[in-house]
């Protein structure tokens, strides 16, 4: 009699584990785990120095810029009162006045412009450097007891920076210069090209460096101007 209980006991037990069982495998497959997904799309923008934009103002507000017109506009160089094949006559003033300029956006930069004349007696034909510029490496001579250059290697002191600004271009306050001077003791031979030169001309060029890292430290000017040299061909 006892047997047939025990057995009945296991019986019950063994349907109580068997349902017990069947429980929580009944639970565990409704089971939902805690879950979250996130995810952040970063867009970057570029960090460049622009060119001009020519539908924005010059730096004289009442020259507008023709963005056509190459013998005045070039990149970051515009001389809004150049007329093309200006020419030269012993004691003439010829209006040249090369301004830097950076779109909106730019990051700030160092300036350098390097100013070579074509012709075989450059001392005939010089140009006063304006305030806010310096000579790094430039031709200088004396007329009437004034400094003037006929070419060379120059920087803009103040250096530009339009990288807060969205809607103008950023110019140097003054052109390096404003007109070419021709010697009243000039003559024909003065104005003879060189032989490697492509014609009687005066080049002025432009190079725009970064002025500070990644980190936001300031360039040291000594490899700013190591670059300009090596963009400009100067080797001396």
Not at 17 to 38: D, E, F, K, N, R
Not at 127 to 154: C, H, P, R
């Amino acid at each position: 009699m006892k047997e047939t209980n025990k057995s009945r006991n296991k019986s019950k037990m063994a349907a109580v584990i068997a349902v017990l069982l069947v429980c929580v495998l009944a639970v565990g497959g409704t089971i939902a785990y805690l879950t979250t997904h996130s995810k952040l799309t970063n867009s970057f923008t570029v960090g460049n120095i622009g060119p001009i934009k020519p539908e924005k103002p010059g730096p004289d507000p009442e020259v507008p810029i023709d963005p056509d017109d190459t013998t005045k506009l070039n990149g970051n160089l515009y001389e809004p009162h150049w007329v093309a094949d200006s020419k030269l006559m012993p004691g003439n003033t010829v209006a040249k006045d090369p301004y830097v300029g950076v779109g909106p956006g730019s990051e700030a930069c160092d300036v350098y412009v390097y100013v070579t004349n074509e012709m075989v007696n450059n001392q005939m034909m010089y140009f006063a450097m304006n305030e806010g510029w310096s000579a790094v490496e430039a031709d200088a001579i004396t007329v009437d007891q004034k400094t003037y250059y006929t070419g060379g290697l120059f920087k803009y002191d103040a250096g530009l920076d339009a990288s807060n600004v969205k809607d103008k271009n950023v110019w140097t306050d003054k052109a390096l210069f404003d007109n070419v001077l021709v010697s009243k003791d000039a003559n024909i031979e003065d104005f003879v090209a060189k032989e490697d030169a492509t014609g009687r001309t005066i080049t002025v060029q432009a190079f725009l460096h970064q002025s500070k890292d990644a980190q936001g430290t300031e360039i040291e000017d000594n490899v700013i101007l190591e670059a300009a040299k090596k963009a400009f061909g100067i080797t001396k």
